[in-house]
């Protein structure tokens, strides 16, 4: 079936970093675009960060610009995310989402296929 997982989430103190990854498998296509969003408790969905692994082209809230990497391992069907100086605002369950419908990388774009999500958690 096709599935997003997202994995490497956890406990980490303010100014620290994390890297998150998400593994794409059984998508009926290989073009497709890759988005990170978060939910913080009782707050809505935010777009962070998307990339798509047709050209590369990648988009960024500026919450995140200068602090947040996305990167794509096509080969492996994996997207990583890579968080620095990390803020106790960045709490949240992080998602990562698949675009196979319109393979358009953008932060208020819909995506088709959805992770279960991965907690991070920033102390101060």
């Known amino acids: 079936e096709a599935q997003l997982v997202e994995s490497g989430g956890g406990l980490v103190q303010a100014g620290g970093s994390l890297t998150l990854s998400c593994v794409a498998s059984?998508?009926?296509?290989?073009?497709?675009?890759i988005g990170w969003f978060r939910q913080a408790p009782g707050k809505e969905r935010e777009g962070i960060l998307c990339?798509?692994?047709?050209?590369?082209?990648?988009d960024y809230a500026d919450s995140v610009k200068g602090r947040f990497t996305i990167s794509s391992d096509n080969a492996k069907n994996t997207v990583y995310l890579r968080m620095n100086n990390l803020k106790p605002e960045d709490t949240a369950v992080y998602y990562c989402?698949?675009?196979?419908?319109?393979?358009?990388?953008?932060?208020?774009?819909?995506?088709?296929?959805w992770g279960q999500g991965t907690q991070v958690t920033v102390s101060s």
């Open positions: 059984g998508l009926p296509l290989d073009d497709y675009a």
């Open positions: 990339i798509s692994r047709t050209d590369g082209t990648t």
């Open positions: 989402a698949a675009d196979l419908r319109y393979n358009y990388c953008s932060i208020y774009g819909w995506y088709d296929y």
